[in-house]
């Protein structure tokens, strides 16, 4: 894969992996590959900033440890998840791979990866990490994985937008009711063909936050369903209304938004002035619009109802070593470099878009990074003066099973509540 390929390329090509190659990109002769220890690092990145700083921080471990050869093989999300689950199905994981807090779950429940606590806090000292991002890469409390990034919920907010329809941005703390009606005013300035927010009934962030603000929460500490049939009809019915009002695209106009490239999302596509997703997308998004984007909380309860702080930290994008590596020792030192060797963690970081986990690090961002950064940096400082309790362990595959039947609304084929059950069954089979 070039680093000349532009960021819709890397992203829309997930089977165009970098496992073709050494980061030396040159031939290595059959002696000299016998005497090198080999890592094979499978993962998955949201950009190609990422990418590109990802490879560099490889390159420059391979560097200063020439008897080690690293083998990258980085994809998008989803054809990651696929590859991932096949190479583990067959006994011939990588040495060291990327996980969320759902893969981390699945695969560490069935033995895949190793526990890393012998490892803590020497060499991998996470003492000033948020917590929140350390606890997300843990299963069954023990450490699985060494979180590489910090994120949050959020709206990517295009205040030019607001500010050309004359519309106030509405205060971090509001309601379902208010995104609605907020988006529904939005359309109406602005339209015929733009709409307040971006279709989110298939994402699986927010509805965890709109289940908490009834009570609920997508799935318990017991990695159980945490919510009845009705909450999540209402999540179902809430986002049938967004489109009946116009408030929301109809299911045609959000189905051009693909899911891995951010230039067809309709905040950057000029259709929608909000986008509820995480803080990860925002320097992708920012990147590509000349408008002013901001951070803004969701909802965090109803009218009428209790409101509080639903949001959260965690980590996006941990590491995790495979329990049948050879090279553990080796993948713990890959780790160390990344993030705590001085010239290692600045070349990781620097312009990837991520945002690092140890107060250090982001200090040094908030200092030396760009506008973007510090802007995440602030909201991320914001969520965790009240944080809510963590995101707990899920599936893989909910964004599938939550847009497959949040699309069956939109095109009129289920009632929402029939697309309930419909999630339900799905998630439920994943669960046993």
Wanted: aromatic share 10%; net charge neutral; hydrophobic share 40%.
């Amino acid at each position: 894969m070039s680093m000349q390929m532009n960021r819709r390329e890397v992203l829309r090509q997930g089977s165009a992996l970098l496992g073709a190659a050494t980061l030396s990109g040159l031939p290595l002769s059959k002696a000299a590959s016998q005497s090198k220890v080999r890592v094979r690092f499978a993962g998955y990145v949201e950009s190609q900033e990422q990418l590109k700083q990802t490879l560099a921080v490889l390159k420059l471990y391979s560097e200063k440890n020439p008897g080690v050869e690293i083998i990258p093989e980085f994809t998008n999300f989803g054809a990651f998840t696929d590859k991932i689950a096949t190479e583990t199905a067959g006994g011939n994981a990588p040495d060291m791979f990327s996980v969320n807090v759902d893969l981390l779950a699945e695969y560490a429940r069935r033995g895949v990866t190793t526990p890393l606590d012998a490892y803590v806090p020497n060499p991998i000292n996470l003492s000033d990490y948020l917590q929140s991002a350390v606890n997300a890469a843990k299963f069954g409390g023990k450490q699985y994985a060494i979180p590489n990034d910090a994120i949050g919920p959020t709206i990517i907010t295009n205040a030019t937008s607001f500010e050309k329809a004359g519309i106030k941005v509405p205060d971090q703390m509001w309601t379902w009711e208010d995104l609605a009606e907020t988006s529904a005013a939005l359309s109406k300035a602005l339209g015929p063909r733009f709409w307040g927010v971006e279709d989110a009934g298939g994402n699986y962030i927010p509805c965890d936050i709109f289940l908490r603000g009834r009570g609920k929460s997508m799935f318990t500490p017991d990695h159980k369903l945490g919510f009845a049939l009705e909450d999540m009809e209402a999540w179902y019915a809430y986002w049938k209304m967004m489109r009946d009002t116009k408030a929301t695209p109809p299911g045609d106009v959000q189905a051009l938004a693909g899911n891995d490239d951010p230039s067809t999302a309709g905040i950057v596509a000029g259709r929608a002035a909000m986008n509820i997703t995480l803080t990860d997308s925002f320097v992708g998004f920012q990147a590509l619009s000349q408008d002013n984007f901001i951070l803004h909380l969701m909802p965090n309860g109803f009218r009428g109802g209790e409101m509080k702080q639903r949001h959260y930290c965690y980590a996006g994008n941990s590491t995790t070593v495979s329990a049948k590596s050879p090279n553990q020792k080796q993948v713990i030192d890959i780790i160390r470099f990344m993030h705590f060797d001085p010239e290692g963690a600045k070349t990781y970081y620097t312009d990837s878009g991520m945002i690092p986990c140890s107060k250090a690090g982001r200090d040094a961002l908030a200092a030396s990074g760009t506008d973007a950064d510090r802007k995440i940096i602030a909201y991320l400082d914001l969520l965790q003066k009240d944080p809510a309790p963590p995101r707990y362990p899920g599936v893989p595959g909910m964004t599938g099973m939550l847009t497959r039947a949040n699309e069956g609304v939109a095109f009129g084929k289920l009632t929402p509540k029939q697309a309930a059950q419909q999630f339900i069954n799905e998630v439920s089979t994943r669960l046993k």
